[in-house]
């Protein structure tokens, strides 16, 4: 099992950046995808990035391509998300998430993750 622990939220206005991390309990956090979901109020969480075991295989939903990037540090078991360009749509609780899959290179569908962070708010002024 794994705890994830997620930091780097805040208040920042359409055009500025910000970059999250999330650090994960325990050993084994290389044998965890990872990735990152975003839940605007009154909406169901959104899968925008993820990342493979592997560390060079990603996935980002349309919307933030180009704009977020994940990357993870295995010696500091932590993934991050950096936001840059942010626009008010990006605002939301940002959850990260780890998967217990097979594949080494491989990032795992939005329904296929096991452990869940708290959260951290992003708001994004207009």
């Known amino acids: 099992q794994v705890q994830l622990v997620e930091s780097g939220g805040g208040l920042v206005q359409a055009g500025g950046s910000l970059r999250l991390s999330c650090t994960a309990s325990?050993?084994?956090?290389?044998?965890?995808?990872l990735g990152w979901f975003r839940q605007a109020p009154g909406k169901e969480r959104e899968f925008e990035a993820g990342?493979?075991?592997?560390?060079?295989?990603?996935y980002y939903q349309d919307s933030v391509k180009g704009r977020f990037t994940i990357s993870r540090d295995d010696a500091k078991n932590t993934v991050y998300l950096r936001m840059d360009n942010l626009k008010p749509e990006d605002t939301g609780v940002y959850y990260c998430?780890?998967?217990?899959?097979?594949?080494?290179?491989?990032?795992?569908?939005?329904?296929?993750?096991?452990?869940w962070g708290q959260g951290t708010q992003v708001t994004v002024s207009s």
């Open positions: 325990g050993r084994a956090f290389t044998t965890y995808a």
């Open positions: 998430a780890a998967s217990k899959v097979a594949g080494w290179g491989y990032v795992p569908g939005p329904n296929s993750y096991d452990y």
């Open positions: 990342i493979s075991r592997s560390g060079d295989i990603t």
